[in-house]
């Protein structure tokens, strides 16, 4: 299969490719090394719509495809991790669950400001002791009529301190299981709800990563999302569509990290010629190559899914395995491949690898990705 990028799609891709090198490469070790959040940078992504790609315009988005969206995410990824999650949380996690499935008033209060770029989203799921079994939610969001009262601790939240608009996934009736759920919108100053410290991460440093405390927030029943119980499949929903996200990102990582590879044994010379003629380094290259190839196919493949209106939710999972598989794998060998300079933070493929790592964790470990992918083929 083919994809041909229309003229837009391919404008969106060379607008990414020049933000991402103009705006985001100057300072990337300055941010990962003290933990920055790339602030400015988010503003102006705003500016150029990429904060909500695929809301309708009359919501305050870019009304694009996935495609372009995921062909975004790929060329900022190249550069910068920790700036693409942010984006691709606010995409993928918050600004289209409330378009998918918030109010008509939902949508005016949050979602024109989330898509464009005014404030961010966070998407809460993950707690100290529910990360991959999703279902065991220990916060509690107890019916008192009129409003929700939610207690609890939520972890490992990406945007966690610098979102204004956090969905929160919690459990109304625990005797009904995962049909007992609800997601709710939390604003940051509610009355109870506290941030937590920051986390000291491995990779994506300048991504800022909280957990969150809930203590007797009164939430207002307009701002659950959905029917009753309607929280956990929501969230599985959400993240379906979130795994394309983080499948592009994992593919720029491994891109971003193959191309300075590429350049870099073109230019190094050992045993006198470029390292790029020795066989150990050429074949390294030839399988990277090979390998992103096939990850990009995956992951342009479940973005036209989902554009198609097809399901998503088997390519998107094969598309997060792989990608990230590769992301991982391709950091690596572009570390080997860069010698004793990889080891330098000032080569940034020290900081892919650190980065590419996470992409095997969030949003449905690779372990995850195997049981949605292995139950939806062996449904029938
Ligand atoms: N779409 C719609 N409904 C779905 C669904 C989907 N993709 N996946 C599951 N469901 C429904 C099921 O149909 C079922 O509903 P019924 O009982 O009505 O049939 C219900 O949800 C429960 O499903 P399961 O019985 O399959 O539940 P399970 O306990 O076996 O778990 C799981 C399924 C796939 C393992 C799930 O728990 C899961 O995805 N876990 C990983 C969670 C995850 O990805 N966490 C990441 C945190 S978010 C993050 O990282 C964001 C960030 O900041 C970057």
Not at 42 to 56: H, P, R, S
Not at 147 to 162: A, F, P
Not at 283 to 288: N, Q
Request: proline residues 1%; contains cysteine; hydrophobic residues 40%.
């Amino acid at each position: 299969m083919e994809f041909k990028l229309s003229e837009e799609q391919l404008m969106i891709q060379q607008a990414a490719k020049d933000f991402a090198q103009n705006e985001l490469l100057p300072e990337v070790i300055e941010r990962d090394d003290a933990q920055k959040f790339p602030t400015q940078q988010i503003k102006k992504m705003g500016e150029l719509g990429f904060m909500g790609m695929m809301v309708n315009e009359n919501y305050g988005g870019s009304g694009l495809d996935t495609l372009s969206y995921v062909l975004v995410m790929e060329e900022l990824s190249k550069v910068d991790a920790s700036a693409s999650v942010v984006v691709s949380v606010n995409n993928s996690l918050v600004c289209w669950g409330l378009e998918t499935y918030g109010t008509e008033e939902q949508k005016q209060k949050y979602l024109t400001k989330l898509a464009s770029g005014e404030i961010i989203g966070a998407f809460c799921l993950s707690e100290p002791e529910a990360g991959s079994d999703a279902t065991s939610q220990k916060t509690t969001a107890i019916d008192k009529g009129d409003h929700y009262i939610l207690n609890g601790t939520k972890n490992w939240i990406t945007n966690g301190s610098t979102a204004e608009v956090y969905l929160v996934i919690a459990q109304t009736d625990v005797e009904k299981g995962h049909k007992g759920i609800n997601a709710l919108i939390v604003e940051k100053g509610m009355e109870g709800f506290e941030i937590g410290p920051k986390e000291n991460k491995l990779g994506i440093r300048g991504s800022d990563t909280h957990s969150l405390i809930f203590n007797d927030v009164k939430v207002p029943k307009e701002n659950r999302i959905g029917e009753d119980g309607f929280g956990f499949k929501f969230a599985m929903k959400t993240l379906a569509g979130g795994r394309i996200g983080i499948a592009a990102q994992a593919l720029g990582i491994a891109a971003g990290a193959y191309e300075l590879s590429k350049k870099y044994a073109k230019e190094r010379k050992a045993f006198g010629t470029e390292i790029a003629n020795h066989q150990a380094i050429a074949f390294k290259l030839a399988d990277m190559h090979t390998k992103i190839q096939a990850a990009r196919h995956l992951v342009y493949q479940s973005a036209c899914d989902k554009d198609n209106g097809d399901d998503y939710t088997l390519s998107g999972a094969m598309a997060k395995l792989y990608a990230s598989e590769v992301a991982m794998e391709t950091a690596v060998e572009a570390v080997q491949i860069h010698g004793g300079n990889g080891f330098v933070k000032d080569y940034h493929v020290e900081r892919m690898m650190r980065d590419a790592k996470i992409t095997q964790i969030y949003e449905g470990t690779s372990e995850i990705q195997k049981i949605v992918i292995s139950r939806s083929i062996l449904k029938d």
